[in-house]
Each structure stands twice: as C-alpha cells, then as structure tokens.
C-alpha cells in the first residue's frame, strides 16, 4: 500500500513545545521520477520540501503562498520550494544530477549546497507586500540552517532534524522532526526535548521502519501530548496558471521575432517539466483576445 505524505502536529509538555513530524518519502519519490534525480540531489531537494511542508502548514489560509529558496553556491545550485496553505507543494533542483564523494559514509548535503549564500522564505499573505525573511547558511546541510532561520527571523527556540534515505531503487524515506519551544519553556523541558532529539537523529532510518504515528506515539506517547492535525501534503503544480503570464511578459514583439524565424514558442516549467508549445495562432489569441 501507498504510504501518503503527511505532517502530524502536536503539543507536548502541558502546551510547552510545538512539534511537526514530517513523512515526505511519496513526494520525493515523484520528484525523483520527475527531474531525473541523482541519490545526493534527491537528498537536497528532499529536505527543502520537508521544510516547505512545514512552512505551508503554518499558513494561516489556502490562498496564502510562500517560496523557501536555498543557494549557498555549492554545485547543486539553487534549490526553491513553493506552495500554500492547502499543503500543496513543488520544488526543484538547478542541477538534479549533482555528484559528490560520501563524506563520513553519508550522502554530502552541506558539499552540494555549500554555505557561501543564504535562505530565503518569501510568504505572500494577502498583504500589500510580502514579507521577507533571509539569514546567512551555517553549514549548508538546511537542518541547522532552517533552524537558524527561525531563531533570528521569529525568535523561537527550536530543533530541526531532517532526513532523506535513498538506494538505487529510489527514496526509502523522506521527512523530519520540528519542535518549536514555547517562551514559558523551562531548563527541564530543553533538557528532556534535547534528549528525545539525539535519539531521532538519523530520523530518516527511523522512518523507514516506522509510521509518523509510531514514531510520535513511541517519543511523546508518555507525555502530555495532544495531537492537532494529521494532514496529506500534496505534490501540486499550477504552472498552467502562470505560464500564459511568463509568455505575455516577454512582449510581442520579442515573441514575434521568434515567430518570424519559424520558431514555436517553448516554455519549461522548472517545477514539474512540462514543457508548453505555442504557435503564432495561439499567440495571437493570446495577446488580442477581450
């Protein structure tokens, strides 16, 4: 049977900690398929999502969107991730068939993605402006980076484990652990959450034997835990949307030249590679329909 991805919110210690347990392994899975991934690339984009998930689950409304982009100028690239509020994400690599040595007999994230550079989450929230949120990358590897986004960005204390476990046969398991103190946290309850935290943190093979529930029944069962949401993150496109806008943006007479070279208009979406063809018809139409 399919195992969905999804992400399991709870609170623990009597409203002390916010955790999100994450299981992204059917969407890399997909994405693998879809950009031709390399084991180290599927490693890289796989922990954005994971990431992204969480950032489209704390929107507060479906039409609410953001974009997660991470360059620290190593050879994979740029890696974006983008959704909204439905829990409806897409995400790509610029370089899908990034290659490197094992480091440490583990597949080199912080190599592919270096940490000359910074991440950016960009959220769009009905506002006249989006807002804006940037720090530096410490180590490339995105766990400690995202962690530090948010400790600079919101203030809040917190843990990030992220984890993408992949062979020759695709990914075995994709997803992550985020816990978000709450500000009347105490030393005990950094103490015993720092604790439960070093025990997950090849959260990836933990994953790969167990469920989200099994996984958060068997950490936080025995605590004061309540569990918030369960919800499928879906993998979603809307290029369809937007590719006729990126068409008209390049001007008719840039489209036109084109046209007069014999030329059809192609356009890729970098996000799903579907590729769009236009002809001078379907340009016209374009450009003169009411």
């Known amino acids: 049977m399919e195992r969905k991805s999804q992400?399991?919110?709870?609170?623990?210690?009597?409203?002390?900690?916010?955790?999100?347990?994450?299981?992204t392994t059917d969407i890399v899975n997909k994405l693998i398929k879809t950009h031709d991934?390399?084991?180290?690339?599927a490693a890289v984009l796989g922990r954005a999502i994971t990431v992204?998930?969480?950032i489209s689950s704390n929107l507060k409304k479906e039409t609410h969107k953001f974009n997660l982009i991470i360059n620290g100028g190593g050879p994979a690239g740029q890696v974006c991730v983008a959704g909204n509020g439905n829990l409806e994400i897409k995400g790509f690599i610029e370089n899908p068939k990034v290659t490197l040595p094992?480091?440490?007999?583990k597949l080199d994230v912080g190599g592919a993605v270096g940490?000359?550079?910074?991440?950016?989450?960009?959220?769009?929230?009905?506002?006249?402006?989006?807002?804006v949120g940037n720090t530096k990358l410490v180590s490339g590897e995105i766990a400690i980076d995202y962690a530090t986004y948010l400790l600079q960005s919101y203030g809040v204390r917190n843990a990030v484990i992220l984890?993408?476990?992949?062979?020759?046969?695709g990914c075995k398991a994709s997803g992550g652990l985020i816990v978000e103190l709450m500000p009347d946290a105490d030393e005990n309850h950094i103490v015993v959450l720092e604790d439960i935290v070093s025990?997950?943190?090849n959260f990836s093979d933990l994953l790969s034997k167990k469920s989200i529930e099994e996984i958060m029944d068997f950490y936080f069962g025995h605590f004061e835990t309540t569990v918030l949401s369960k919800d499928e993150i879906k993998l979603k496109c809307d290029c369809d949307k937007k590719i006729p806008d990126i068409l008209k943006g390049l001007g008719k007479k840039q489209i036109q030249e084109l046209l007069d070279e014999g030329k059809e208009i192609e356009i890729k979406c970098d996000y799903c590679s579907k590729i769009y063809k236009f002809n001078e018809e379907q340009v016209n139409k374009m450009f003169y329909e009411c």
Do not use: H, W
Not at 115 to 131: A, F, M, R, S, T
């Open 7 to 23: 992400i399991y919110r709870a609170i623990t210690f009597n409203d002390k900690a916010r955790i999100a347990a994450i299981d």
């Open 37 to 41: 991934l390399s084991p180290l690339g």
């Open 52 to 54: 992204g998930a969480y």
């Open 102 to 105: 094992y480091k440490n007999n």
């Open 115 to 131: 940490k000359d550079g910074y991440i950016n989450v960009i959220q769009d929230l009905g506002l006249k402006e989006p807002y």
């Open 163 to 169: 984890g993408v476990l992949v062979d020759k046969n």
């Open 199 to 201: 025990l997950m943190s």
